[in-house]
């Protein structure tokens, strides 16, 4: 008699359930711009079209409480994989590495949730509850609806941190992640997710394999589809813009060491000498200068105004720069503000910060007194009232166009920039400082946002790095040419506004909702079914 898979898999020893596991996270982080390969370049994706099989393979026979912890465990490696950058972040503190541990160990439970909830379905689609088998026809529903579903949770519990979503991993593959104008990133991620436990599945040589492949089938068909209407409809609105502005990316390249020695003048000037050659051409642009870009507070430093205000008026254009901002009660802001020739005339103050980078939380300040910021300085930021447009003046267009703006870390979060859409923003513009990553991956993972909001809400999105990446997407999402690491220079490039809102902007994240909610109700029946059957239950 051929032995179970399922039962063989019941035997399997601790050690080797571990291995797989921690195989499976590293898998899944490679599929990211990585360690290895800190660029977009060899494009990696595909990498996550299996990279969650040998934790599924570990979890087999497994009740839910003990599937959790190798979903844990695969959890904390692929984080401590794919945020290995935090150990360099300047300046280093010894605090680098059990900061990273702690990162990986709290991120790591979204994981140890998944794999306990596919368990779960698992052990409710068998009708002999001694089994040790786990049907996957019941995983393949509940998979990769809970998997989109905890990533919606990840980026919205404790502030959220929306790193390294499932779904920006497929940013070079149109066919599929296009489809994040209909279902958003998390939408793309379930059907990663499903070819996943269909290739699974497949390796368990069971009949039961035909319900995960005809998922799999689904998600994939739906997204092709999605994304075929999607590049048809980007291709509409483009066509259907009133003009196109030129736009102009300022790279100045300095070092987080630098922005902290050297006087604001100097930085300054090499901004000032970038904007006057990229402007020979006399013709009117959008300059976009990083985050902080200025080094300095506008209001401590009113000379810098004087000097953005000479110069937007000697390049005949508008300058979108990163500075800090105090008002009298000397609260800090980050923001991004707009200045013509006729000086400042609009700005946007950052309001989702960074814990522990820009501010530290609350309640952790009142339990850890001595607490600092991982980052330099000792003041904490404050938060401005939310995401609202700028808008840039007549002059550049028939009428003036209003910018969504998002600044750092701003640009991972969807509600974010669906909020922006749907308050009128025709263009994105992400302003970052990631100096503090230096040349690590960490730099081209945050660009995976931007490209998703991009998608998402159907915009253009021009990102302005300090040190890079800076590049002009369009609303398919394609970066085109990419201003590398430490690259100083400028970057050229057009953006049409649009005001078309796209189905995601509109709904947001309800299909993802929907269909989770959906699979649950399924589990739910598969389990009163079973337990109507009378067999005794013992998968705790």
């Known amino acids: 008699m051929k032995a179970d898979a399922g039962a063989s898999g019941a035997g399997r020893g601790n050690a080797g359930r571990a291995g797989l596991a921690v195989l499976s996270g590293l898998l899944v982080s490679l599929a990211f711009p990585n360690w290895i390969s800190p660029a977009f370049r060899p494009w990696t994706g595909w990498v996550a079209w299996f990279g969650l099989v040998p934790l599924l393979v570990a979890m087999e026979g497994l009740p839910p409480r003990r599937a959790a912890l190798f979903g844990w465990l695969a959890g904390f490696a692929s984080f401590m994989s794919t945020l290995y950058w935090i150990l360099n972040i300047e300046p280093v503190h ?43 026809r019941a995983i393949s529903l509940v998979a990769p609806a809970a998997w989109a579903g905890l990533e919606l949770l990840r980026g919205r519990f404790f502030t959220g941190f929306p790193w390294a979503v499932l779904g920006t991993s497929q940013w070079d593959l149109p066919p599929v992640f296009l489809s994040a104008r209909f279902v958003g990133a998390a939408g793309v991620s379930m059907v990663v997710v499903g070819l996943n436990v269909a290739l699974w599945a497949l390796l368990r040589r069971r009949r039961e394999a035909m319900v995960p492949l005809i998922v799999a089938a689904v998600l994939a068909g739906s997204a092709a589809v999605l994304s075929s209407v999607a590049g048809r409809q980007a291709d509409a609105d483009i066509a259907a813009a009133r003009g196109s502005v030129k736009v102009v990316l300022l790279q100045g390249a300095f070092t987080e060491e630098e922005k902290m020695v050297l006087p604001p003048d100097v930085m300054v000037r090499r901004y000032e000498q970038m904007a006057r050659e990229a402007a020979r051409g006399g013709k009117l642009a959008l300059m976009v200068w990083p985050e902080t870009a200025t080094a300095t507070d506008l209001v401590s430093d009113a000379g810098i105004t004087d000097r ?105 979060f969807p509600e974010h920039a ?76 057009t953006m049409a506004p649009i005001a078309t809102r796209t189905f995601y902007a509109a709904h947001g994240d309800m299909v993802v909702i929907a269909v989770l909610l959906a699979a649950l109700g399924f589990v739910a029946v598969l389990g009163a079914g079973k337990a109507g059957a009378g067999g005794p239950r013992r998968d705790a």
Not at 433 to 458: F, I, K, M, T
Not at 477 to 491: C, I, N, S
């Open 94 to 136: 010894p605090w680098n590495l059990p900061g990273l541990a702690l990162v990986a160990l709290v991120l790591g439970g979204y994981w140890g949730l998944w794999a306990a909830m596919s368990a779960r379905a698992g052990k409710a689609g068998v009708t002999d509850a001694l089994s040790a088998r786990a049907d996957p």
């Open 418 to 493: 669906r909020a922006l859409a749907l308050s009128g923003a025709e263009v994105f513009v992400n302003i970052t400082n990631d100096a503090w990553y230096g040349r690590s991956a960490a730099s081209y993972q945050h660009a995976l946002g931007p490209l998703a909001r991009a998608v998402e809400n159907g915009r253009f999105l021009a990102r302005c790095a300090n040190t890079g990446v800076s590049f002009v997407a369009d609303p398919k999402g394609r970066p085109g040419e990419v201003l590398g690491l430490f690259e100083m220079g400028t970057l050229h490039g």
């Open 308 to 412: 953005l205000v000479a110069l937007a008026r000697g390049t005949r254009a508008v300058h979108l720069v990163g500075a800090l901002w105090h008002d009298p009660q000397l609260h800090i802001y980050n923001g991004a503000f707009i200045v013509t020739g006729d000086g400042q005339v609009g700005a946007y103050y950052k309001s989702h910060l960074v814990p522990f980078g820009e501010y530290i939380p609350g309640w952790f300040r009142a339990a850890v007194p001595f607490a600092q910021k991982v980052t330099a300085g000792v003041v904490d930021f404050t938060p401005g009232p939310g995401p609202v447009p700028v808008v840039l003046p007549p002059g550049l267009l028939a009428g003036s166009i209003k910018v969504g703006v998002a600044v750092c870390y701003e640009a991972i």
